[in-house]
């Protein structure tokens, strides 16, 4: 038995993905909800302003990047990470329409990480700080949550 870890996420919107077709991809991996809900076609039909989160505790080490992988092929607006396990770090996948697909490794709670050597070499490219945070801002997927809190504040997804 390969290591275990916990997968958690937020589906933001679905864009032009049919909901069964996310509910059946979801399920696939045993991904049903929450500890309090497992969502039917008719929640992923109606997501909330502030989307639709699941948790599940006990998943197969590296299957958020398969989900990632398949919640972008059905173009679907969405945040999701699994914690570190043993000796590696999480995986934070997210996808908005209009900024694509952004991977990084992560802590427990889905925040992006830097290393040591991306920021040397950030610091070492740029004279200008505000160059630098946009570059940081980038690096950690700073980008990615301002568009989906303006999701949440009930913006549209092209914003």
Same mark, same amino acid.
């Given at each position: 038995m390969g290591s275990r870890t916990s997968l958690q996420g937020n589906i933001y919107h679905l864009n032009e993905a049919d909901p069964k $077709?996310?509910?059946? *991809?979801?399920?696939?991996?045993?991904? #049903?909800? #929450?500890?309090?809900?497992v969502y039917t076609v008719d929640e992923y039909a109606n997501i909330p302003t /502030?989307? *639709? !989160?699941?948790?599940? @505790? /006990?998943?197969?080490?590296? #299957?958020? !990047?398969?989900?990632?992988? $398949?919640?972008?092929?059905?173009?679907? #607006?969405?945040?999701? @990470?699994? /914690?570190?396990?043993?000796e590696w770090l999480g995986e934070l996948h997210m996808h908005h329409p209009t900024l694509g697909v952004f991977a990084a490794q992560c802590d427990a709670d889905g925040n992006a990480l830097m290393q040591d050597y991306m920021l040397k070499r950030l610091m070492g490219e740029s004279v200008v700080w505000a160059s630098i945070v946009a570059r940081a801002d980038r690096l950690l997927g700073v980008t990615y949550q301002k568009k989906f809190a303006k999701l949440v504040n009930d913006e549209k997804v092209s914003t």
């Open positions: $077709d996310v509910l059946e *991809l979801l399920v696939s991996y045993g991904i #049903t909800g #929450t500890d309090y809900d /502030d989307g *639709l !989160n699941f948790t599940e @505790w /006990d998943m197969r080490c590296g #299957t958020a !990047n398969e989900v990632a992988s $398949d919640l972008v092929e059905l173009d679907v #607006t969405f945040m999701l @990470w699994e /914690d570190p396990a043993q």
